[in-house]
């Protein structure tokens, strides 16, 4: 392909597609293909074009009908009907609104990777989350009583960390100045405690607590459990308060029932973040907890809570949010350069 070509090289198009797909919320199946593709041709350079020429492209493991013929046009200059049809109908904005509020976001604190329950390898969360713009992210895959969700062990956290450290040195090679940060998603328990060593919680640059089991406990225990988890030192984020579910193909789910005045104070008071979750099927806090926690000083961070990196692109329904009540950016920590944010998580 000659320089002046703008149409999408074949690894592109094909994680262009990928991508589009998981913002529209497709299902992983419908998106698996697309990906594997673009991982089984990307370290093969020239040879991609000589396997379109001498019709042996998919002799390749995982290149299929729908994926060759991605490919075969990206390799003849053009775009090709797949990703063409996909932009038209899929590429436009998520949303109306949440603009300004998303343009000055740095950073997203709450992302999954194929290590716990999402659908992508750690790389090509953080590469993706680079191309949206982003000046950081931090990995935030699951604790180890989540079991469903494939919880990390403190053994496998500290595996992950060396990859995490890895992927930010590689990144940084690219003088793109991005840097990927170690997190979690760490369950709170019954009593209120963290699912996750202390120890391993100290290696970490920000965490976020989310209750995932006994959703239905009554309100005053629930209050106490959540009260007890925003006050540790070692929790930055309140991860989707109420565990609601509005829309989606899990269902949906109530919010918990707690004493939103009382652990909205506990967060004001210990400097953790309310999250906005940008999930369009949890929407949490629902608006009228939102406006609560604003009107009690909390801070907050709008998260995407992405399990594959298309969902990167969700900030923006919680961006609309937060813009509609008119949340300040400036009380929302991952509007803050990588600095002050690592400043305030690690006090
Ligand atoms: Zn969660
Ligand atoms: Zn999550």
Redesign the pocket.
């Known amino acids: 392909m000659d320089a002046a070509n703008s149409s999408p090289g074949p690894v592109e198009a094909l994680r262009r597609i990928a991508f589009l797909l998981e913002r529209s919320r497709a299902e992983t199946y419908k998106v698996k293909a697309f990906r594997a593709a673009a991982a089984t041709i990307l370290p093969l350079g020239d040879e991609v074009a000589q396997r379109v020429e001498a019709g042996t492209l998919r002799e390749l493991p995982g290149i299929g009908a729908a994926t060759a013929e991605v490919i075969e046009a990206a390799v003849a200059g053009r775009t090709s009907e797949r990703l063409a049809t996909l932009e038209r109908e899929t590429g436009g904005p998520l949303v109306e609104g949440g603009e300004q509020v998303r343009a000055a976001l740095r950073g997203d604190l709450h992302s999954h990777s194929d290590w716990s329950d999402g659908g992508s390898p750690i790389e090509e969360m953080a590469f993706t989350a680079l191309e949206l713009g982003h000046d950081y992210l931090v990995l935030t895959d699951h604790s180890p009583r989540l079991k469903v969700a494939n919880g990390l062990s403190a053994a496998r956290l500290g595996r992950q960390l060396e990859v995490v450290d890895a992927v930010t040195e590689h990144l940084a090679q690219t003088g793109a100045g991005f840097r990927l940060l170690r997190g979690i ?1 760490v369950d709170i328990l019954d009593d209120g405690a963290l699912d996750q060593t202390d120890e391993m919680l100290g290696r970490l640059d920000v965490r976020v607590a ?1 209750v ?1 089991s006994k959703l239905a406990m009554e309100p005053e225990a629930m209050t106490r459990r959540m009260v007890a988890a925003v006050r540790n030192p070692l929790t930055n984020v309140l ?2 308060c109420t565990g609601r579910l509005v829309t989606g193909s899990r269902g949906t789910r109530a919010q918990s029932q707690f004493d939103a005045e009382q652990v909205f104070t506990a967060c004001a008071e210990s400097g953790t973040a309310v999250e906005i979750n940008a999930r369009p099927e949890r929407r949490d806090p629902p608006t009228r907890l939102l406006q609560l926690a604003m009107d009690l000083g909390c801070l907050f961070s709008i998260d995407s ?1 992405a399990h594959a990196p298309g969902q990167l692109d969700f900030q923006v329904h919680g961006c609309a949010r937060a813009e509609e009540l008119g949340l300040e950016p400036e009380r929302i920590v991952n509007t803050w350069p990588v600095e002050r944010l690592l400043a305030w998580a690690n006090p």
Do not use: N, P, Q, R
């Open positions: 998603e989310s995932h991860g989707h809570d």
